[in-house]
């Protein structure tokens, strides 16, 4: 093999021996004796290994030559490699999800999605809300005038936020069109406009309603708002809040009454509004601003999607068992205090199934470690078993620790039971016997 090729050599007496020789040599050397060209006589002569195993050892040392080291190659891919993170235009919100939590998911900052949403840091979402995330793209051609005034129908969990991004119109457009703002609260039966026009005939038409008729008291109905009624009586905005001492976000409820203001109307007393929750309760009159919470705690249930009774149980049932207490118990509490309800507000601005105030929320959250939205029916569950389970575990026996549930556990153990709290255990503890 250390023999050099000849261009006058006859081909035909030479095949049998390059095809007996070659096959011995790795595939490397063959294609360098493939390229080797004339011309490279005048360069240094490259000399062709004897043997086999000299072969492989220059095959190796070409190999290892070419090698790049590990130190000078990167760990991590270059950003434009990177596969690309698809955000979707919205997410529908699950148990447990935050919007900080949601934003992170998809890369977005907090505020981004606070602002897209109209929503503040404080503001609370519900399961199945859609959160938007991405802002609705730009329309080019502008509607036709005659779906320009068409409606939709509230559904439970509907917020106007979502009505807006299914429809495909801004939030501000909305609210603009039906004399809203971002703090209104809709409720199901209600009917949003979705444009601009004079579709909606209804309106106009009543408004050249009679001055005998626009002097009297109207009853409002599920699904008004304040800028509906008086565009319905043919009277301003400004005139119905004044005459019935109202702001433009104040809250209305169905089966309040409202004056309408004309020739003969008269400021209405607020002592005629019937709010959704009672100022008093056994006797006792709660403080005006926690009975405000209250009545707005209520008409954010009215409108949010909650599980039936039987489903609360269920979940009343499984949370305590998961967080060690026992199940017959828990669901005797939740029982005696809402019947399963969760959209029951006390006039004390005690919340839910296990009717749990803002304040004993709190107390709840730093029990299990994080923060609780008293509003959502499993957090509910949870605040209200962490609670009891701490009074068992600091109470002297159980029916103090259920008497704490409902008179506090420092005036329990200051002044003993009062007489509706003795009344109180005792339910309690009949109707742990009827669910164990």
């Known amino acids: 093999m250390t023999t050099t090729r000849s261009t006058k050599q006859s081909p035909r007496p030479?095949?049998?021996?390059?095809?007996?020789?070659?096959?011995?040599?790795?595939?490397?050397?063959?294609?360098?004796?493939?390229?080797a060209q004339p011309a490279d006589a005048d360069a240094r002569p490259q000399t062709v290994p004897a043997t086999l195993a000299a072969a492989i050892e220059a095959q190796?040392?070409?190999?290892?030559?070419?090698?790049?080291?590990?130190?000078?190659?990167?760990?991590?891919l270059p950003s434009a490699l990177q596969p690309t993170r698809v955000t979707p235009s919205a997410h529908t919100v699950a148990r447990g999800d935050t919007v900080s939590g949601i934003a992170g998911r998809y890369g977005l900052s907090t505020t981004a999605v606070l602002k897209l949403n109209n929503l503040k840091s404080n503001s609370v979402i519900y399961p199945g809300q859609r959160i938007k995330l991405k802002a609705a793209a730009a329309r080019t051609a502008a509607a036709p005038?005659?779906?320009?005034?068409?409606?939709?129908?509230?559904?439970?969990?509907?917020?106007?936020?979502?009505?807006?991004?299914?429809?495909?119109?801004?939030?501000?457009?909305?609210?603009?069109?039906?004399?809203?703002?971002?703090?209104?609260?809709?409720?199901?039966?209600?009917?949003?406009?979705?444009?601009?026009?004079?579709?909606?005939?209804?309106?106009?038409?009543?408004?050249?309603?009679?001055?005998?008729?626009?002097?009297?008291?109207?009853?409002i109905k599920s699904g008004d708002t304040l800028s509906g009624?008086?565009?319905?009586?043919?009277?301003?905005?400004?005139?119905?809040?004044?005459?019935?001492?109202?702001?433009?976000?104040?809250?209305?409820?169905?089966?309040?009454?409202?004056?309408?203001?004309?020739?003969?109307?008269?400021?209405?007393?607020?002592?005629?509004?019937?709010?959704?929750?009672?100022?008093?309760?056994?006797?006792?009159?709660?403080?005006?601003?926690?009975?405000?919470?209250?009545?707005?705690?209520?008409?954010l249930l009215n409108a949010s999607p909650v599980p039936s009774l039987a489903q609360m149980q269920s979940i009343v049932a499984d949370t305590a068992r998961r967080m060690g207490v026992d199940p017959a118990l828990a669901q005797a509490f939740a029982y005696q205090e809402s019947g399963f309800n969760q959209r029951a507000v006390s006039p004390a601005n005690a919340i839910g199934t296990m009717q749990v105030i803002p304040s004993s929320g709190e107390?709840?959250?730093?029990?299990?470690?994080?923060?609780?939205?008293?509003?959502?029916?499993?957090?509910?569950?949870?605040?209200?078993?962490?609670?009891?389970?701490?009074?068992?575990?600091?109470?002297?026996?159980?029916?103090?620790?259920?008497?704490?549930?409902?008179?506090?556990?420092?005036?329990?153990?200051?002044?003993?039971?009062?007489t509706d709290t003795k009344h109180y255990v005792a339910a309690i503890k009949a109707h742990r016997k009827n669910f164990s």
């Open 14 to 35: 030479g095949l049998p021996l390059i095809a007996a020789t070659t096959a011995t040599l790795p595939a490397v050397m063959l294609s360098s004796l493939a390229v």
């Open 60 to 76: 190796a040392a070409a190999v290892k030559a070419g090698i790049i080291p590990a130190a000078s190659v990167s760990a991590a």
């Open 145 to 219: 005038a005659s779906t320009a005034a068409r409606t939709y129908t509230v559904k439970s969990g509907d917020t106007l936020g979502g009505i807006a991004g299914r429809h495909g119109v801004r939030l501000s457009q909305v609210l603009s069109w039906n004399g809203l703002k971002v703090t209104s609260i809709i409720y199901p039966g209600q009917k949003i406009r979705l444009g601009a026009g004079t579709a909606v005939a209804a309106a106009p038409a009543r408004s050249a309603a009679p001055a005998a008729t626009r002097s009297a008291s109207y009853v």
């Open 229 to 299: 009624i008086a565009a319905r009586h043919g009277v301003k905005l400004a005139d119905i809040l004044s005459a019935n001492r109202l702001k433009v976000t104040s809250i209305i409820y169905p089966g309040q009454k409202l004056a309408i203001p004309g020739k003969a109307a008269a400021v209405q007393p607020a002592s005629s509004v019937t709010p959704l929750v009672p100022s008093s309760f056994l006797g006792y009159t709660y403080p005006a601003a926690v009975v405000s919470s209250a009545n707005k705690n209520k008409a």
């Open 363 to 418: 107390w709840a959250s730093d029990l299990v470690g994080r923060k609780l939205n008293l509003l959502d029916p499993y957090d509910n569950a949870t605040a209200g078993i962490a609670i009891i389970r701490q009074l068992i575990r600091t109470s002297k026996n159980l029916d103090y620790a259920i008497a704490g549930y409902y008179q506090g556990q420092y005036s329990v153990n200051k002044h003993g039971m009062f």
